[in-house]
């Protein structure tokens, strides 16, 4: 067992990332240390194929770079040391822009200023590949890795593709059997990842270690990636909806975005680098980027089949600590933006039926609602929609008999409306898909699925 104190270490090591037999093993370390060992498993893994034992390689040495920042946190030394050597610059700055704004909110939490401190080692004559530039193509079959959730935009995503005939699996990281029967339910293939974090990062934390959120989409797309070229897939479509890229609040000078990895510039950056360093052949993109939450809440209305499995709810996915009885706690504030997201859009009866009871008519839930709506507060620090789609959704409820009289949205009407500007509460722009989004051609039939 480690007795390093973390937050007085100085230096973070990348040790090794080494594959064999369906097993990638990550090895890090603080100081002299004793390595910190993940393990990432990768069930029925086929033999490599000799053409793309380099593409493969490059993969698994990003998976090392990018999972690092699950250890890294623990103590924040202020120098990144690389065994097997400096990177070039393209991958230096994708890695100093991850560990820098997609800590940004464990740094604003724990009153920490990562500015200036995180720099990977870059090496002497390292150069950005020239715009364009392009790793070889590997031939790579036609088929695409849906990452699965448990909630309601991954399985839009899915549909979606499904609409235009395209050939998915249902891909997932880590133990949940909520997950897992949400992927049944797509009735797709399956492909469950197995993820198990070093046994000694929870001492670390018991000695004190720094501690709060990390980019986990970041990790779990270059898991999958190195998951593509191992099981031959040239897609991987993730389903993070235009608003993840909305800053949660600004600080100090610095926006701070508890979604930053599943925001729009991580992909783009993300899926640049894939083509120039591992296959031109390989997308990674997000399939619901031109879309609100809104739009993408109604789209979900329609797939009756899912509403008995699914769930939003995060507690059902933590580490540590209880879940829910249920699928809905009912308390946190990914229950109550899908609650209101969707009750637009559904029967009040079925939405009733969904979540075992009325979330907008309990009073003791008005600070959660208040923070939605950005009413004297910022919205929380989870995957939840913009503040101006959720006064959208609770003005349309205000206006219909059914939801008028429940205590929130009574409220709503009668308190924190007169502050609004009605012209600007308007739910059907909402519904209208953005141009921008890096969604490839071929694809373009399932956007029109979805909207």
Known sequence: MTTTQPRLTQTFRFLHARYADGVAELAYAFDDGAPLIERIRFPDAPSLSPERRAAFDAALKLLHLVAGVSYYKA????????????????????????YLHGLAEFAYRNHLDLRGR?????????????EGARAPALDLPAR???PIGGGKDS?????????????????????????????????????????????????????????GHIPVTAVNSAILAVAAILYGYDSIAFANERSASAATLEYDGQQVNHQWSKGSAYEQRFGAWLHAHVAADLDYFSLLRPFSELAITRAF?????YFDVFSSCNRNFKLIGPKPADRWCGQCPKCHFVFLALAPFLPKPRLLSIFGRNL????????????LLEYHEHKPFECVGEGAEARAAMYALSQRPEWSEDALVARFRETILPQLGVAQLALEPWLEPAAEHHVPARFQGALKAIG
């Open 75 to 98: 103590g924040v030394p202020p120098k990144i040391e690389l065994l097997d050597g400096a990177l070039d610059a393209d991958t230096a700055d994708l890695l100093d822009a991850l």
């Open 118 to 130: 995180i720099q990977f080692p870059r090496a002497a004559s390292s150069s950005t590949r020239s």
């Open 144 to 146: 695409t890795l849906v």
């Open 155 to 211: 399985l839009v995503a899915v549909e979606a593709i499904k609409a235009i005939g395209g050939e998915a699996t249902a891909a997932w990281v880590g133990h949940s059997d909520l997950i897992a029967t949400c992927a049944a339910a797509t009735g797709l293939p399956t492909l469950n990842i197995g993820r198990e974090l070093a046994p000694e990062l929870f001492e670390l934390n018991r000695l004190g270690a720094w501690n």
């Open 301 to 305: 209305a329609r797939l009756t089949p």
């Open 360 to 371: 907008l008519d309990d009073e003791t839930l008005a600070d959660g609602f208040d923070a």
